[in-house]
């Protein structure tokens, strides 16, 4: 079965001046894909985003979002409805209710009775503000305000969801409440673009990543492909014996490429070439031959490692 492409650019650039903020940036995403995009602040990713919702206008090249051309005029009027866009400043209206301001924004979008207020009643459900309907926006936490603005982005239900940094700022358990809606929109179909700082937020949400350098998309793959690739697998072992002797055993395994003796904890780190059987039959030479191991963990490389991989690898 082949997948509807919900986001498709060719040679899509934006020049202010003498500064190029996107460059050629040929980009495809799936529709029911959540696409990380990653990047250091003047990547371009802002602008890339920008032009997705139609906010900015491209020096050149082209949109299609679902296989629909994508302008800025009167004639993409129906398709740009299905957009939602959540900017990274977004000002809330703090002198209305919670309840005010989405049906505010829900009569913009011109939703009509009964369906007005019963979509109202599922967003804010799914954010988790139904106990706070009536309470002014200027008495919310900024998580809350961070949910409220992004129910307000999806109230006339998007096929295309674009969220540029929606986490920056937010609490580690206001940032897990704004994954889990994530999650659940993705369940109910939609597709999301999201950018973000927070790489541990994206590995844990996105099916797939674009790395954005100068400008330059340079590395578009699904977390799987970036993970085969790229991530090395290493191994953590503490023992209770000599660290000598177990540096000294190790050493000998031809797939081991680099080894970091860590003396406050009596254990090393090293990267791994093997397979999980060639993992196994290493904890098992080492009780083979009597040293107590105490802790043996593989990992694989978590998605900064790869960022930072990646941006050496263009910087050379």
């Not at 000294?248 to 860590?262: A, C, G, P, Q, Y």
Request: overall charge negative; hydrophobic content about 40%; glycine content about 6%.
């Amino acid at each position: 079965m082949v997948k509807e492409i919900a986001i498709y650019t060719t040679g899509l650039t934006k020049q202010f001046e003498r500064h190029v903020a996107v460059n050629n940036v040929d980009l495809e995403i799936h529709a029911g894909e959540v696409y990380g995009l990653i990047g250091p602040n003047g990547a371009g990713k802002t602008t890339l985003i920008r032009m997705l919702a139609t906010a900015e206008e491209p020096t050149t090249g082209e949109i299609y979002i679902n296989g629909e051309r994508l302008l800025r005029d009167k004639s993409s009027l129906t398709l740009k409805r299905r957009l939602g866009y959540l900017p990274d400043d977004y000002p809330l209206y703090e002198d209305l209710t919670v309840w005010d301001y989405l049906d505010y924004f829900a009569r913009l979008y011109r939703l009509r009775q009964p369906r007005r207020t019963r979509r109202l009643h599922e967003v804010l459900e799914l954010i988790q503000l139904g106990n706070k309907r009536n309470s002014m926006i200027s008495t919310l936490s900024r998580g809350m305000k961070q949910r409220l603005s992004l129910a307000r982005t999806i109230i006339h239900e998007p096929i295309l969801l674009l969220l540029d940094e929606p986490v920056s700022g937010l609490d580690p358990i206001a940032r897990m409440q704004f994954r889990e809606i994530i999650k659940a929109l993705r369940e109910a179909g939609m597709t999301i673009l999201i950018s973000s700082h927070v790489l541990s937020d994206l590995a844990e949400l996105c099916t797939s990543v674009g790395i954005m350098e100068l400008g330059f998309l340079v590395e578009s793959a699904s977390l799987q492909t970036l993970y085969q690739s790229l991530a090395q697998q290493q191994i953590f072992i503490s023992t209770l014996g000599n660290i000598d002797v177990l540096v000294r055993e190790i050493k000998n395994n031809s797939l081991i490429e680099e080894l970091e003796v860590i003396n406050s904890q009596n254990s090393v780190r090293v990267n791994f070439t093997g397979t999980e059987e060639d993992a196994a039959e290493l904890l098992r030479s080492l009780i083979s031959i009597s040293i107590p191991i105490t802790n043996f963990h593989c990992t694989q490389e978590d998605l900064e490692s790869i960022f930072l991989k990646l941006g050496h690898k263009q910087a050379s």
